[in-house]
């Protein structure tokens, strides 16, 4: 009975990478042609031992030009793949706007205009899984300027882990980046003319399962009389979103301990830069999406009031405070998105930041092209009673803005 044959050699048999592999072909190929062409054949002659190391030195030259074109093209490849991967990891976008207002104020005075309102460019970069930058450039018509809005960068991935840390100049989480002042008209809601800021801070945030809560603290404009100029102001943010039975929603809360600081009041020249004591404020805001519509409402206030020197209202001190409730829907019409909007707002103790008391506004969007909507809205404001320090008088504003975002 024959028997197999049993291999004595069990290991692995080397197989050199199929680049090494060919260079070695083309060198034998060549080194071939070299012997064919120089050398005698057996017949006539055996090569001496000189000219057996002329065939080696030339072969191996071939060799070495093979093994450098190699090298180089390597090279060539690292370097398209890694420019590559730098292209992915930024993301650049913006938008211009144009607007055309015609305004009737609470004096009587009629006015129109066009204007280059907005013009905001951006770019994010992701450069590792837990750190990515922002850096945000804008032009507003307004005081005609250009400014670095915002540039900060977020240390963490909270799909991975749920705490993270930013650091930069941003908008603060004071009712806005809840979603507080999102909108569906164009006009901003007086709550973010009261209540929006942004300060280089630190912010400390968690996120988990739709729950985000936020800190942070920062050194803002304005500071306490004698106490020098200290990072002593701070704020808390907490919101919860989620879905039931197909209905999205969004529930958000901040407080400040120094609602001056915010951009609208600030800007007041009676505020200064000393305050007697910080005035703390707080912000409550939602959304709700259901099929076609979304409904949106937030309410914000100063905790106390101001004394009568920094913020005033009728002869005291002002406790300002805003609201805003919207409702929109969203449908097509002759194949172009279309949103429907109404909204109703109000303030109170706010005359000193010349906003209305009450404003009425619809605005309709249409989507013409991908990236380019056209918005026409109107709005109606009612001043505060004379017995207030307003005019008593109604106003009212028109707009037609096309936006490109890229």
């Not at 505060?384 to 028109?398: I, K, L």
């Amino acid at each position: 009975m024959m028997q197999r044959r049993t291999e004595m050699n069990s290991f692995p048999t080397y197989r050199p990478p199929a680049s090494f592999r060919l260079a070695v072909a083309m060198a034998i190929v060549m080194g071939l042609s070299i012997t064919w062409g120089t050398t005698p054949t057996l017949a006539q002659a055996t090569p001496t031992p000189k000219q057996l190391m002329e065939m080696i030195q030339a072969q191996q030259k071939q060799l070495d030009g093979l093994k450098a074109a190699l090298l180089k093209s390597q090279r060539q490849a690292e370097a398209a793949a890694s420019k590559s991967s730098l292209l992915d990891k930024v993301q650049v976008g913006g938008v211009v706007e144009v607007e055309a207002t015609s305004t009737s104020g609470f004096d009587g005075t009629d006015s129109s205009d066009i204007a280059l309102a907005t013009v905001e460019v951006f770019v994010d970069a992701q450069l590792h899984d837990y750190l990515s930058t922002h850096v945000q450039v804008i032009y507003e018509d307004e005081g005609d300027t250009i400014n670095f809005d915002e540039a900060f960068a977020t240390v963490g991935n909270t799909e991975k882990f749920p705490l993270y840390l930013t650091f930069g100049k941003g908008p603060m989480p004071f009712g806005g980046q809840g979603g507080g002042f999102d909108t569906d008209i164009s006009s901003d809601p007086l709550t973010k003319n009261l209540g929006e800021l942004k300060e280089a801070a630190v912010e400390l945030g968690a996120v988990h399962e739709g729950l985000t809560v936020r800190g942070y603290i920062y050194n803002g404009d304005t500071q306490q009389d004698g106490s020098g100029d200290l990072i002593d102001q701070f704020g808390l943010a907490a919101a919860y979103s989620g879905e039931v039975k197909g209905a999205a929603f969004n529930l958000g809360a901040s407080y400040i301990n120094n609602i001056a600081d915010s951009d609208g009041l600030t800007a007041l020249t009676t505020v200064g830069t000393s305050l007697v004591d910080y005035v703390a404020g707080i912000d409550v805001h939602g959304d709700l999406s259901v099929n076609n519509f979304t409904f949106r409402a937030g309410y914000m206030t100063a905790l106390d009031s101001f004394v009568s020197t920094e913020v005033a209202f009728n002869g005291l001190g002002a406790k300002p405070m805003a609201w805003h409730v919207d409702a929109a829907y969203t449908t097509e019409v002759l194949g172009k998105e279309t949103v429907f909007a109404v909204t109703m707002q109000g303030t109170d103790e706010a005359l000193a930041l010349s906003l209305p008391e009450t404003r009425y506004g619809v605005a309709v969007t249409v989507g013409i092209v991908e990236n380019f909507a056209v918005t026409a809205e109107y709005l109606h404001d009612e001043d505060y009673g004379t017995v207030d320090g307003g005019t008593g008088e109604s106003g009212n504003t028109a707009t037609l803005k096309l936006a490109a975002e890229f």
